[in-house]
């Protein structure tokens, strides 16, 4: 509360606040922001940078939601306590120090907030709790699920808080479990599409059961732990169903699914293409050797002293090294080794699932399009741009913009009469620009949010 000792260590994000402070009449705050030159700028996020640059400006909340947007970053999420500060903060003009202040005098109320996932908690996971789910957080039109709104709904009672923050606090309290550890939004139509992809393995598997064809459709029950049992033993229709309702989810085959989705080109290193493209790297004359070189030393600064020919060596080494180990690792006899290899991806899911990850926008567009592609569902929610322009706003993310990096890309794979020929040509195009390709290990760029806040703010 507001007489507590409040505490006097200096955050990331006070020194952020007072290196751009420190800017004034030196540089752009706003050109420094973006740079991230200096050291305590440079080692945070841009999202966060931007609002601190808010603070600094004293700008307004729809400058500062306008200053995201136009740099790719979400908008504030009023479903976050602490963004929900923000918010207040921006709307009623409240300094940095104040708004650190009305931070610590909120503290108790986060501390209610334990758990932002009311469910998907279990270990296991399964096609009746993604369900649940979204059946707690939609409302049914006929046989359309739609979203309740509760961030619109939650935004405007936030907009119609006056600017005593004893009404803050009222209204922290009274809304507690419309709260969230992360953006429930984009988990939300995370969970929708997941469903329907999910649903379809199903229906698959069981009008092939119907249809006397068991045997053959048991392929769409790799999403499911439960295809052994299945096919040890015939079960009626309904058996089946609930069987498969039940099952844990296998994390790890739909992460390898959207893989093969996108072509296992966007899972290979830039520089695994380039150095492809060059072939025999020890035939190449003088010129090409130094342009490639230059390409390394770029990519590894402690090669920057070793001449070219030797930079190359060291990197034709690697990759004959790289291949060895993968020619073991996939083994057929070596199955488990292969399996740890995935386990990133498939934990990534589980986190996302259970409310402890935030997605970043581009991973949530590239599962949106691997969902809604291989699944049947209703034209009203087909993945297509107008549908994908109404989620981002939703969630608070930025539109689709065509004409802008990872947007044309993306827009440009959903419209491509052969979407594999176009992918391969963007990422070789990008390797050779020295770029990692835009769906290279995408999720490692996903956070949690709050985490994400608590090690700026030290609270």
């Not at 049914?140 to 119609?160: A, F, N, P």
Request: glycine share 6%; charged share 30%.
């Amino acid at each position: 509360m507001a007489g507590e000792k409040k505490n006097t260590t200096r955050s990331a994000f006070d020194i952020l606040i007072g290196e751009l402070v420190d800017s004034v009449g030196k540089c752009s705050p706003l050109e420094l922001c973006l740079s991230g030159d200096r050291k305590a700028i440079a080692a945070i996020p841009l999202r966060y940078r931007l609002i601190a640059l808010g603070f600094v400006q004293h700008l307004t909340l729809e400058d500062v939601n306008s200053r995201l947007e136009k740099n790719g970053c979400a908008r504030l999420y009023a479903r976050s306590i602490r963004e929900a500060s923000l918010i207040y903060a921006f709307r009623h003009g409240l300094s940095y120090d104040e708004w650190r202040s009305l931070e610590e005098d909120c503290a108790d109320v986060r501390a209610f907030l334990l758990d932002g996932s009311r469910v998907l908690t279990s270990s296991a996971l399964s096609l009746l709790d993604i369900r649940s789910y979204i059946s707690d957080n939609s409302l049914r039109e006929d046989e359309l699920i739609r979203t309740q709104h509760k961030t619109r709904l939650l935004s405007r009672e936030l907009s119609e808080v006056s600017g005593d923050r004893e009404k803050f606090r009222e209204f922290l309290l009274s809304n507690l479990q419309s709260f969230s550890l992360v953006r429930e939004k984009t988990r939300y139509y995370f969970c929708k599409y997941l469903l329907y992809y999910l649903e379809t393995k199903e229906e698959t598997y069981l009008g092939a059961l119907e249809a006397g064809r068991r045997s053959a459709a048991l392929g769409y029950l790799s999403v499911f732990r439960v295809r052994t049992a299945l096919s040890r033993k015939k079960y009626s229709t309904i058996e089946s169903a609930v069987m498969i309702e039940e099952s844990p989810l296998s994390f790890g085959e739909i992460y390898r699914a959207y893989q093969e989705f996108y072509f296992e080109t966007t899972q290979t290193d830039w520089l695994e293409i380039q150095l492809e493209y060059y072939g025999d790297l020890r035939a190449l004359d003088a010129k090409e050797a130094h342009a490639l070189a230059d390409a390394l030393r770029h990519r590894d600064p402690s090669l920057r002293r070793l001449p070219d020919r030797k930079v190359i060596a060291y990197y034709a080494d690697l990759m004959e090294k790289k291949e060895a180990e993968a020619d073991i690792t996939f083994a057929s006899s070596n199955k488990k080794a292969a399996y740890q290899i995935g386990r990133s991806g498939e934990n990534f899911l589980r986190k996302v699932l259970r409310g402890e990850l935030d997605l970043d926008r581009t991973t949530f567009l590239s599962f949106l399009l691997f969902f809604g592609k291989e699944s049947r569902i209703p034209a009203e929610h087909r993945i297509d741009l107008p549908r994908l322009t109404e989620i981002l706003r939703e969630c608070g993310f930025p539109s689709l913009d065509p004409s802008a990096g990872f947007d044309r890309f993306f827009c440009g794979f959903m419209e491509a009469g052969d979407p594999m020929m176009y992918l391969l040509t963007e990422a070789e195009n990008m390797a050779l620009s020295e770029e990692n390709f835009y769906l290279y290990k995408t999720y490692l760029s996903s956070e949690n949010s709050e985490k994400r806040w608590r090690d700026l703010t030290g609270n």
